[in-house]
């Protein structure tokens, strides 16, 4: 006897495995400035990878404040991306964007 949970299951259409089809915004590959080249590179990324890189870039070089580690401390080439001394991760992908071109 088929349960309600299995007979939704059974119903519910197959979805599209990974890598199929149209790349979603994630996972279009982006220019980055010549700012932004300086610490990932000047291929072409999706942005996902850029943030990585850019963490990557942080931790590496302890640019996060230790009192709040919310808050990360620019160093010459992230103050050419941020505009500033100083960012939340929260807005550094507002400035990230600013420097990625499809």
Not at 30 to 55: M, N, Y
């Amino acid at each position: 006897m088929a349960t309600k949970t299995t007979e939704k299951k059974a119903a519910a259409p197959k979805k599209a495995a990974a890598g199929e089809g149209k790349p979603n915004a994630l996972q279009q590959p982006l220019k980055p400035s010549a700012e932004l080249a300086a610490i990932v590179g000047d291929k072409p990324l999706p942005r996902g990878e850029v943030v990585s890189k850019v963490w990557e870039h942080i931790k590496k070089h302890n640019l996060q404040n230790p009192e709040n580690k919310r808050e990360i401390v620019a160093d010459d080439k992230l103050k050419k991306i941020f505009g500033k001394d100083k960012c939340s991760m929260f807005e550094m992908n507002k400035h990230l964007a600013a420097h990625l071109k499809a």
